[in-house]
């Protein structure tokens, strides 16, 4: 059984957004006072005395429609104004569900979880091997949610300003944050991994995209893919520019930040169809990468991953996929104090059949001419001649040697052969594009 980390990593969430950009199921309810008003004061005083801010002036203003001018109050005059503005908490929507998840609700038990549930405060989702989901918050925002992973939802609200804010403890795994700002107005996503806080930052209208985790000796890796992020521990802060990365050790302030290891270059011979399901990929060597991260996905753009796998050679073959239809991969190395550098383009990937390629070629000789049995040995008349077959009817020859007794091994091309001496041992191997190897060997004798 893989070895699960221990994982705690909390992420608020708070986003400044308008209203109109957020669900319109959502109705706030008021909570209402009379008021009379005092010398010196208008509408805007009056708002800002109950709730801090004048942003409801105009809310109140619809509810006293007798007043003619919100500047120019009666003194004395009797006013109803809101105190409190309840605005229902938001939830936070699970999809892109993979293999084995599972939903716990704030009482009872964990069950298995549907596309569509929605988490509310106190809930949870965890992952298993293979497994996957994806949270959304909103318009905005999307976290990721990798195998092995536990995230509750401690809470989630919207204030009353539009402030959208969320607060999330994933207990094990790894998380991906993806969010494009709709608006002008200031937006804020801070994450907490382990003792390091980060504040990504992007451009209305463009992507912050940035992965986050814990490693077994509790350091928080960060890289930032897109956009920019603060990343702020034990009193000290740096500022982390796209396309960088760093590791915090617990409790320390964080190092200098440094590039992210670039994307590999994947073997352009493996995108393409296949009527099997277990090819090998491979990509280029990334210098100063120790292992790769792997993800098969559903989508091009990665947001559903169906198998993630880390490797520590530039080649790997997947393996009980044994799906039909078209998928994406996309490969990243990962650094010495295990930071995810930049990945690959995501490559397509067509299964036509939803079976994996587990037997070796077939081999097989025909000879012509006279020939007869005794014992292990194969009698051949003076003139008879001998060809080699070999078949791999899933992913195909990729290699088909001889050689006569201990010598040499030689490429077969289709070529007759001949018994070159008296009594000889023929070994023939054949090797199918997935290294899945066959050997044969046949004793012949001159009659």
């Known amino acids: 059984m893989k070895k699960i980390n221990q994982i705690i990593v909390f992420a608020a969430l708070s986003f400044a957004v308008g209203l109109q950009a957020q669900n319109k199921l959502i109705e706030p309810q008021d909570i209402t006072v009379k008021h009379i008003v005092k010398p010196g004061e208008n509408l805007h005083i009056i708002t800002r005395s109950y709730l801090g801010t004048d942003i409801l002036w105009q809310d109140n203003w619809k509810l006293n429609p007798q007043i003619e001018n919100p500047n120019q109050l009666k003194i004395g005059q009797e006013l109803t104004i809101i105190k409190e503005r309840i605005i229902p908490a938001e939830k936070a929507k699970v999809y892109n569900l993979v293999n084995r998840v599972e939903k716990k609700p704030s009482e009872g038990d964990w069950l298995s979880a ?11 989702v965890r992952t298993y091997a293979k497994s996957s989901a994806l949270l959304e918050f909103n318009d905005e925002s999307k976290l990721k949610v990798l195998e092995f992973s536990q995230i509750f939802l401690q809470s989630r609200s919207t204030g009353l300003t539009g402030t959208d804010s969320a607060t999330i403890e994933v207990v094990k795994g790894d998380a991906e944050l993806s969010w494009e700002p709709l608006t002008a107005d200031h937006t804020e996503i801070t994450i907490v991994t382990g003792s390091a806080i980060s504040k990504p930052r992007a451009e209305v209208g463009k992507t912050a995209e940035m992965r986050t985790g814990l490693t077994e000796a509790g350091n928080s890796v960060i890289s930032v893919y897109k956009g920019n992020s603060a990343v702020a521990s034990a009193g000290a802060e740096v500022n982390v520019k796209q396309g ?22 994947v073997n352009k011979d493996i995108s393409g169809s296949y009527n099997y399901t277990n090819p090998w990929l491979a990509w280029s060597e990334v210098i100063d990468a120790v292992a790769y991260v792997v993800e098969i996905c559903a ?55 939803a079976r994996d390629d587990i037997a070796p070629p077939v081999i097989a000789i025909d ?8 014992g292990e040995q194969i009698v051949i008349g003076p003139k008879a001649t001998i060809k080699i077959h070999a078949v791999d009817d899933l992913s195909g020859l990729s290699q088909l040697s001889y050689r006569w007794d201990d010598g040499e091994w030689q490429t077969y091309a289709g070529q007759a052969l001949v018994l070159p001496v008296a009594a000889a041992t023929l070994s023939i191997q054949a090797i199918d594009m997935l290294k899945l190897k066959s050997e044969r060997t046949y004793q012949f004798k001159n009659q």
């Not at 549907?114 to 949870?124: A, K, S």
């Not at 990365?245 to 200098?256: I, N, R, S, T, Y």
């Not at 796998?309 to 078209?326: C, H, L, P, S, V």
């Not at 000879?367 to 005794?374: A, E, L």
């Open 244 to 265: 960088m990365g760093l590791a915090v050790k617990q409790g320390e302030a964080p190092p200098e930040p440094k590039p992210l290891l670039e994307a590999p270059e």
């Open 299 to 353: 989508d091009k753009d990665c947001e559903q991953v169906l198998r993630q796998q880390k490797t520590k050679a530039n080649q790997w073959q997947i393996n009980e996929f044994e799906r039909i239809g078209d998928y994406y991969f996309r490969v990243g190395g990962i650094s010495a104090d295990e930071i995810v550098g930049f990945r690959s383009k995501p490559q397509q990937l067509n299964f036509t059949i």
């Open 114 to 124: 549907q596309d569509g549930d929605e988490l509310v405060e106190q809930e949870g």
């Open 367 to 374: 000879i012509s001419g006279h020939r007869n049995h005794v």
